[in-house]
């Protein structure tokens, strides 16, 4: 079977270096030297000011809502995974769903205002798979609402906007390192501000609240182990590598699949882009089911990503959106991962061109 994504594992040998430095401090958990190393690593290859590491880019969500104080309603996309609206609902806000637009996939930001109430108190948007947000107009809307920006980085892992990480805008942005992610640490996360005060708070939630003796706030378990940052160690410096793979990747699906009247989403042209995802969109939820199942019997796995549109969650009242709605039914993304040969690809796109008119 050929799945949506593979995780990447570095050369044996460089992680077993990793294990004999932790064997050797006999410390494993509790920000270690490792979890040091990486938190400080990352900060230069993202150029970012703060970055804390934590234990999922869950948790990441939800230290963001808490360390902003935010209440009420917060306007976010449902056009995400889900754990984008359970961290506003897990942290007792309320979820505000607001159209995407259908060319970023990402939150619409002229349809932000209308949904502002008295009860708002910040916007939360995904970089869908790595597209920016428009993150000019989403600032003006909240500067002139006074409402505070988080930015569901997930996805985002190396996109730069302007010359700079997209980690960079909003009050917070927050990344996953999940294995399924272009850069992982197994399991993991981080959470990535400017304003130091911000960045502090977050230090504290992240274990519990308490320096030694020194006991300052509440708190919650959100760090990582140095077995993770190992891993984190060892992908980090093939980062770059696996980002022209994945263009490679991208570039070969596009030239098999041009004029299999699949829709692709357009690479905004101002933004160093990740190639994190290659989502593709058919004209009708049943051409995508039909899809989805003649890839799995040819030993496929395409998923359908994202899917459900999250407004339309069993545990939330609907709210309409009526674009992502469309999107999440018709979207199916194709396999991506390093290591992909190119036969792969061009056998992928092959079941897709010889089935796609039926
Ligand atoms: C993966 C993902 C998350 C969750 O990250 P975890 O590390 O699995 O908790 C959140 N938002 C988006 C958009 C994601 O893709």
């Not at 995400?80 to 970023?104: G, L, M």
Request: hydrophobic residues 40%.
């Amino acid at each position: 079977m050929i799945n949506v994504t593979k995780t990447f594992l570095p050369p044996l040998n460089e992680y077993i270096d990793y294990l004999k430095k932790i064997w050797e401090s006999c410390w494993i958990t509790n920000q270690g030297p490792l979890s040091e190393e990486l938190e400080s690593k990352l900060k230069d290859f993202l150029n970012v000011k703060n970055l804390l590491l934590v234990s999922n880019g869950t948790i990441a969500l939800q230290l963001a809502i808490k360390a902003l104080g935010l209440k009420g309603e917060i306007i976010t996309t449902p056009y995400s995974y889900v754990a984008t609206t359970n961290s506003i609902i897990w942290e007792n806000c309320v979820p505000v769903f607001c159209d995407i637009e259908s060319k970023t996939f990402c939150i619409d930001p002229d349809l932000i205002e209308s949904k502002i109430t008295e009860n708002t108190s910040a916007i939360m948007a995904t970089h869908v798979y790595g597209f920016p947000c428009d993150v000019e107009k989403i600032k003006s809307v909240a500067d002139k609402h006074n409402l505070k920006i988080i930015y569901d980085g997930a996805h985002a892992f190396g996109v730069k906007y302007k010359n700079e990480s997209l980690l960079n805008f909003g009050d917070i942005s927050t990344v996953s390192f999940h294995a399924t992610k272009l850069f992982h640490t197994i399991e993991g996360g981080a959470v990535i501000c400017r304003d130091e005060n911000i960045s502090e708070k977050i230090f504290l939630y992240r274990a519990f609240g308490h320096l030694d003796d020194e006991y300052y706030t509440i708190g919650i378990n959100g760090r990582t182990s140095e077995f993770n940052a190992a891993m984190g160690l060892c992908n980090l410096p093939g980062v770059n590598d696996f980002i022209l793979e994945r263009k490679k990747i991208n570039l070969l699906y596009r030239e098999c699949l041009n004029g299999s009247a699949l829709g692709f989403p357009v690479i905004p042209g101002d933004i160093e882009y990740n190639y994190s995802y290659f989502p593709v969109f058919f004209s009708s939820g049943e051409k995508m089911h039909e899809m989805k199942n003649i890839l799995y019997k040819n030993g496929i796995n395409a998923r359908r990503y994202f899917y459900p549109s999250l407004n339309k969650l069993p545990f939330l009242s609907t709210e309409s959106c009526p674009v992502s709605e469309r999107t999440a039914s018709c979207v199916l993304c194709l396999p991506v991962f390093n290591g992909m040969s190119a036969d792969d690809i061009k056998f992928i796109s092959d079941v897709i061109n010889k089935n796609i008119h039926i």
